[in-house]
């Protein structure tokens, strides 16, 4: 099981929750916020406090997962987490959420994708269950993992 931040606009609160609780993920340390009044409170405080808890989020995880929500491409702080989860080395996944049920039972229409991950040729998904989510985790992580190096590239072009 791979480490992993949930990068998410917080009115997806409960969406995000559904996908956390749905098993293949565990703790609040794998969400990146353990809840909406982390966030509010960090955000109340100044935008020193914001970046803290999002570094303090983003330790010691692997795969960063954009929770994409109707409004989540516009969103500053999204947009953060995702430039330091590159920064951080980390394999992105992107997830729409359209599909997922909002606490009173309804569905929304589907987000645009942040630019940021068109940028870096993020895999997109829609979310449809835990353990095809996982899948796309440890895909991710994979690819980000066996990329070759700049190391690598010089010594592929020597022909050594």
Known sequence: MRNVYFSFHYRDIWKENQIRNSGVVGGAKSAGFADRSLWEEAKQKNRGAL??????????????????????????????????????????????????????????????????????????????????FGEWVESAWKAQNQRPGFFDRIVNAIGF
């Open 51 to 132: 970046e803290k808890v999002i570094a303090e989020g983003l330790e010691g995880t692997s795969v960063t997962a954009v929770l994409i929500g109707s409004q989540t491409a516009s969103r500053p702080w999204v947009k953060y987490e995702i430039q330091q989860s590159i920064k951080r080395k980390n394999a992105l996944i992107g997830v729409h959420l359209n599909k997922v049920p909002d606490r009173n039972g309804r569905v929304a229409r589907r987000g645009r994708v942040p630019s940021l991950l068109k940028q870096h040729d993020t895999p997109i998904q829609v979310w449809s269950n835990a353990k095809e």
